[in-house]
């Protein structure tokens, strides 16, 4: 530093004879000091870039942009310092960070006619589905011949939900405390509390690819259970091999009933759902694609069975006229003092509300189905991701996906499921200690044997909700959002 800031003639001072006169010898000392100053200042500035700064900012490798922000200028014998800007940070790899705007959780609105009713209803305070003059006159009546337009069944009962539909399912059926009633491992908490408030015992049976019951665990259970009743569940719409299901019924004498709460849209070459089984239970709780809050319906072709379950419901004594899909009065003869009255009747209200909606199923199915398949081929291309094809024979209802995510730690899976929350896509885990359908968590009857099948596909896969209400441009979202997500988990 001392050698580039001394000019030449300071050098030859420097080192010049001793018998240069004194007044050239004084000035040469001045010179030097002033040099000397400034030289260790410089070297102060070099040393501090050097000890603080990143490596990419040091003094010696600084740009003629950055350099020109330091300066030093000898003055009377000192040095003033124009102090440099902090050096910019490296730039960081930048990555990706979408984020959901819109609510998951979002349930599909009930149309205009829907509400207008209900409020006139309300105000009417015409709510009770038998204070009509005939069956023609009642909302309730109506909708449930609404609804075996739609699924071609012959007799239905509206009551005040799924699970209450189950339970009238198997009492109508006969089972009997203590009776044993196989079902699938995965399914939601209603199917067993089901079971459970009809007094049976809920019999496990596995789950294989797709989410749907097992049939070769199934025929196993059948045979050591000695079960009589099969509740299968169509659990996220995935309908099982329904024939071979119902051949190993007729083959061991088993009865059998389909929750098909999920499953309202869904068809089996070309036939609603509902129609393997001699009972079919269906919902229209918010996230179902009926969206009445609470409620559910009873299907059958039995005609004693129709009537049984119109009995437990509700309508005592005489009431059985205000129905339209009921069998004739005939059919019911004492049933109304035999069986017990549950009370779970819909109400008005909630028919109304439920009305507009059926017509719109077809059309609201297609919608969903395009965007599902879209999503699907996008999500099998990403690594870890696996979501298996239904079968052939399936007309399916796509408004949720399910992914399994394989090769993946439960920690990566967890921090996979935080990184799309932090995103605002709260993904559900079907095997988490919380999770309703997890049966581990069903206590309250719990399994009698080790389901290891079921145990290691709801422990891999994640539950995705696909509002109807959604546009395109948030369905991107979603697929950045998992992908990022599964991104930083793995790194």
Known sequence: VLLHSAPRRFCRQVFASPQRD???????????????????????????????????HKLSQASPRSTR????????????????????????????????????????????S????????????????????????????????????????KYCVALNSCGSALFLALLCAGVQPG??????????????????????????????????????????????????????????????SMDRIVELCEKHGVYLIEDAAHSLGVEWKGKH?????????????????????EGGFFLTNDPVVGAKAAVYAGAYEGLSVKHITVPGKEVFGDLPNLLPNYSLRMHAVTAAIIRPQITTLNERREKYNERYYKLVARFNKLPHVYIPDQYPEVTIVGDSIQLTLQDMSPAQIEKMMDACRARNLPVELF??????????????????????QTEALI???????????????????MYNVVKESLTEAMA
């Open 114 to 153: 829907g509400i207008d009713q209900a409020v006139e209803l309300m105000q009417k305070g015409a709510m009770y589905r038998y204070n009509v003059p005939d069956a023609e006159s009642s909302v309730v009546s109506i909708c449930e011949k609404e609804i075996t337009e739609y699924t071609g069944h």
């Open 273 to 293: 759902s509902g129609h393997h089984g001699k009972i079919a239970a269906i919902s229209s709780q918010s996230y179902k694609m009926l969206n009445s809050g």
């Open 22 to 56: 004194d007044r050239r010898a004084k000035r040469s000392s001045k010179m030097l000091r002033n040099h000397c100053r400034t030289a260790l200042v410089l070297v102060a500035i070099a040393a501090t870039s050097t000890s603080f700064a990143p490596t990419s």
């Open 431 to 452: 095997g988490d200690p919380s999770n309703a359908r997890y049966f581990k968590n069903w206590k309250f009857a719990p399994a009698d044997c080790a389901l290891p």
């Open 179 to 240: 009776d044993k009633v196989l079902t699938n491992a995965f399914t939601f908490t209603a199917v067993p509390s089901a079971i459970q408030h009809a007094q049976g015992k809920a019999v496990y049976v596995e789950t294989e690819e797709g989410f749907r019951i097992d049939p070769d665990d199934l025929e196993k259970k059948m045979i050591s259970s000695g079960a009589k009743y099969l509740m299968v569940s169509h659990m996220r719409g995935k309908l099982a």
């Open 69 to 112: 922000f330091l300066s030093a200028a000898a003055n009377n014998g000192g040095v003033t310092m124009v102090a440099a800007p902090p050096a910019p940070a490296p730039a960081a790899a930048t990555t990706a960070f979408t984020v959901m705007k819109k609510n998951i959780k979002q349930a599909d609105p009930v149309p205009q």
């Open 459 to 477: 422990k891999s896969t994640i539950d995705i909700r696909m509002p109807l209400m959604w546009e395109d441009s948030d369905f991107e979202d």
